[in-house]
């Protein structure tokens, strides 16, 4: 039978099941260790400093959403909010870096505000079941998409906008031989598939590294690991405290804060929606699972980036790579986050798995979390024209807050012209309105 996310674990609660959950969830999710580093140092800040802030906040909050929301997540700096931290506020509007971690700090704090009193709880229940099943189609577009992107599978065209990568190059190859070599140990269930996939990934990559010098790819040269001048590296601490809380409260900071609080919002509600329709993480009610708990969890990561020094923590959708693996308890989560506290010391490590490993893996979730596109009445255009908008534009924008925005909206105005405004509560157009806001601050 074709393995789906939602019955990748059948038997139940298995220890070694949610440890090799978390390891899978890990290899997934450790590129922000580095990449995270890089995009915020073009701002300014120190890498080192970076660095020991991410795995920190990595660790920390992924262990509160495995103890404290028992969900399978990974919490780390988001990729999109940093590059508008680094981009948009620090060097398009000249907003001092300690500044940035002080709107960081306050957007948090927005977030616990909104999480203390279930708003956010409550836009997710508001959000129409089709959307919902949109949404992890969507995100699992956007997962695929990344994975294909970062294997060099799929390339800017000028003449086409995308295309295909010449098969003559050996990145391309050898994510093909991962990718099907990943796929066949899934569908026959083997025990751990996408470790091992991640693993024999990886020793086909060494030789590109060695003979054709791709950077992209394992790259050992003629170093060995046992050289530990290129595998230890010290922490820095330097932006622990750094925040400027009182500037960042300046009236003018305040559409950086509301960027922030934002797309963050629909960022983790959008994760833990499509996420959980997925792999049905669901509570009595049909609603995501521990919802309140992950969100508290998510809000927390905000404040502590700001306190830490880097940009706004969130829940990650390379989540989805451990629960494919069967992870469904929160010790997916303590595995993954406790999996980062050697970076503190190890970073130079990472480089030793490349993205290429992990891109098969990536596709293969995608193709998981398409399932709940069957729910959706597509002979009803009413729900499958938004449904199509959201599912869509997810991938195609390359932001999943853009693609919920685009379904809430559409869904709003299609319905309102039918005259079904039953399908149209008070706090779906407040959510609306939002969007709006957002959409003309252009962010």
């Not at 978390?22 to 073009?42: E, K, R």
């Not at 959307?131 to 294997?151: D, K, W």
């Not at 598939?193 to 050992?220: C, E, H, K, M, Q």
């Not at 970073?347 to 293969?364: E, F, H, K, M, N």
Request: proline share 6%; net charge neutral; charged share 10%.
């Amino acid at each position: 039978m074709q393995p789906t996310i939602a019955s990748t674990n059948s038997t139940g609660f298995s220890t070694r099941t949610e440890v090799l959950a978390g390891i899978s969830t890990f290899l997934a999710t450790m590129y922000i260790i580095v990449v995270n580093p890089a995009i915020l140092s073009q701002a300014g800040l120190p890498f080192g400093g970076v660095l020991t802030a991410t795995v920190l906040l990595s660790f920390l909050c992924s262990l509160m959403m495995g103890l404290y929301a028992r969900n399978p997540m990974v919490v780390a700096p988001g990729m999109g909010l940093n590059a508008f931290f680094t981009f948009t506020a620090i060097k398009g509007m000249g907003i001092r870096p300690e500044v940035a971690l002080g709107a960081v700090f306050w957007a948090g704090i927005l977030f616990l505000l909104l999480s203390v009193f279930n708003v956010r709880s409550a836009i997710v229940r508001i959000i129409p079941r089709p959307l919902r099943f949109a949404v992890s189609a969507g995100i699992g577009l956007f997962i695929t998409l990344i994975g294909l992107e970062n294997a060099r599978f799929i390339v800017a065209n000028p003449a086409t906008l995308v295309g295909i990568a010449p098969l003559k190059d050996p990145i391309v190859l050898t994510f093909i031989f991962g990718l099907l070599l990943t796929a066949v140990l899934v569908i026959r269930n083997v025990p751990g598939a996408i470790i091992i996939g991640i693993v024999l990934t990886t020793l086909a990559a060494v030789p590109i590294g060695r003979w054709w010098g791709d950077a992209s790819a394992v790259n050992f040269g003629q170093k060995t690991l046992v050289n530990f001048q290129g595998v230890f590296a010290t922490p820095d601490f330097s932006l622990i405290g750094k925040l400027d809380l009182i500037h960042s409260l300046q009236w003018s900071l305040w559409p950086v804060i509301f960027a922030f609080v934002f797309t963050d919002l629909f960022d983790s509600l959008s994760t833990f929606v499509g996420v959980a329709e997925a792999a049905g993480l669901h509570d009595a009610d049909g609603n995501p699972r521990n919802l309140n708990r992950s969100l508290t969890t998510d809000a927390v990561a905000t404040t502590l980036a700001g306190i830490l020094g880097t940009s706004p923590g969130t829940a990650y959708i390379e989540s989805a790579v451990g629960i494919a693996q069967g992870g469904r308890t929160g010790l997916t989560a303590v595995v993954a986050g406790a999996l980062f506290l050697p970076f503190l010391f190890l970073s130079p490590l990472l480089s030793v798995i490349p993205s290429i490993a992990t891109a098969p893996a990536l596709v293969l979730v995608g193709a998981f979390m398409m399932q709940p596109v069957t729910k959706i009445n597509w002979t009803a255009l009413d729900d499958a024209l938004p449904a199509f908008l959201a599912l869509v534009l997810i991938p195609f924008t390359y932001s999943i807050t853009q693609g919920i925005i685009w379904g809430f909206l559409s869904w709003t105005v299609v319905k309102a012209a039918l005259g079904k405004t039953d399908e149209l509560p008070a706090g779906l157009l407040l959510v609306d309105a939002f969007c709006v806001l957002s959409l003309a601050a252009g962010h």
